[in-house]
């Protein structure tokens, strides 16, 4: 299916709740001809009340009823998309909302593509673009801490804080511009001198501070793969049942049990998190075995973290050699003995160590406290924008001295504006819309 946008001036028509049996099912439409549409599939000329349910009965060509439900009008400009909008909340029977959908359009609806009811909403002024970034963050948020941090960004602060940066710019832009138009003038170092110091505290800094959130941000979306190694026996599969509080892994005393990866999907203060097991490392001649170290090996240097996990009560598997992120010494209320400094003490078996050991792994994330959390940044395409962006700042802070290249810095400096500005969807932007809409469901 083409991700392109439909005409602007059509009705366009979708299903908005998810496939399969429900108790109601929606369909939304938006666009001039909502209410006629509606009106021709009613049982009577329908002319619903703007934000007021209405019972309706709704009919297919030859008159026989398709189905009852509500009607919602919420007419424009003070709808989702800005246009005309109505929602029929039906039965929850695919059937129904199919045969419902088949009639709209001989109405004269047209499919509507994904995203194309919040592309609309973009294109007339509803929201930007970073706003509508975060409607598609909301429906695919993980954790309640995702969610949050989408709503955030779904209420504006995110783009009102990328916007307050392209005012400061703009600014400091006019103030360069100034200069370049009166060449004669002698302007003295004191003043550029204070327009470097403007730019570094008022844009260059806000911009690291972000994209210093932008490792948290983006694995409270995307996640993480954290992988546990160690010799077999250690009690890695214990561990993983004991992170994910399920009993996901066969646990035996009987050494080479695990011989596949085994994964497990859990979340760390609010951080999602794939935990996977893999076979004990060591030598063997058992061909399986030896795959499973493998595969072992191959996921450890695949993984954002790895977990290395030793038996306090066998010290030949403390192995100081391996590489790994966090050590972990289990089985440490068995044996008291000297532990090496690298290792996080935990019994798995007695629930020692592990409220640390999640700590510890938030930490390794890039864990900061919910309320230091501020504006961050969450997806890829702001990251790579925003460093671009700071890139092209810097660059004109370096010809700023040079009475002779202020030119260039107004040029760097209007990149900046501009890349800024795409993440708002300012500017020539309908292939960033083609891309980012292409990630929405149809009927949002």
Request: proline fraction near 4%.
């Amino acid at each position: 299916m083409s991700n392109k946008a439909v005409p602007s001036g059509s009705t366009i028509a979708a299903i908005a709740t998810p496939p399969g049996r429900g108790g109601v099912g929606i369909i939304r439409i938006s666009g001039p001809d909502a209410i006629s549409v509606i009106s021709s599939l009613s049982t009577r000329k329908c002319n619903p009340e703007p934000r007021v349910a209405t019972l309706d009965v709704w009919r297919d060509s030859n008159g026989q009823v398709l189905d009852q439900g509500i009607v919602l009008f919420f007419p424009g400009p003070a709808s989702y998309t800005g246009e005309d909008v109505v929602e029929l909340q039906g039965h929850g029977s695919t059937v129904l909302l199919h045969a419902l959908l088949a009639r709209l359009f001989e109405l004269g609806c047209v499919p509507a593509q994904p995203g194309e009811f919040t592309r609309r909403a973009v294109e007339n002024g509803k929201m930007d673009l970073s706003q509508a970034e975060a409607v598609v963050a909301c429906i695919d948020a993980a954790t309640v801490r995702a969610c949050l941090q989408a709503q955030r960004q779904l209420q504006g602060a995110f783009g009102r804080h990328i916007n307050e940066l392209m005012v400061r710019l703009t600014s400091l832009v006019a103030h360069v511009e100034a200069t370049l138009d009166f060449p004669e003038e002698e302007i003295p170092d004191l003043y550029f001198s204070d327009l470097r110091d403007k730019m570094l505290l008022q844009v260059v800094e806000p911009v690291r501070v972000m994209l210093a959130s932008a490792p948290l941000g983006e694995r409270l979306f995307h996640g993480a793969t954290v992988a546990i190694i160690g010799a077999p026996n250690a009690g890695k599969s214990s561990l993983l049942n004991a992170l994910s509080g399920r009993d996901r892994a066969i646990v035996s005393h009987i050494e080479g049990t695990t011989r596949d990866t085994l994964e497990v999907d859990f979340e760390v203060h609010g951080i999602p998190l794939r935990l996977v097991d893999t076979a004990g490392l060591r030598e063997t001649d058992d061909l399986i075995e030896q795959e499973g170290v493998r595969r072992a090996r191959e996921t450890a240097s695949n993984a954002d973290v790895t977990l290395f996990v030793a038996d306090a009560t066998r010290p030949h598997t403390w192995d100081e050699s391996v590489h790994a992120d966090i050590f972990l010494m289990n089985k440490t209320d068995l044996q008291h003995g000297d532990v090496p400094e690298k290792y996080l003490q935990i019994s798995v078996a007695a629930g020692i160590g592990l409220e640390s050991l999640r700590t510890k792994l938030a930490t390794y994330l890039g864990d900061m406290a919910m309320g230091d959390e501020g504006m961050m940044v969450t997806r890829e395409r702001h990251r790579v924008i925003l460093t671009e962006a700071l890139e092209y700042i810097e660059s004109g802070l370096l010809s700023l001295s040079d009475e002779e290249m202020l030119d260039v810095t107004a040029m760097q400096w209007r990149r900046a504006w501009a890349l800024l500005g795409s993440i708002l969807g300012i500017g020539d932007v309908d292939h960033i819309l083609d891309r980012i809409f292409s990630e929405f469901c149809i009927g949002k």
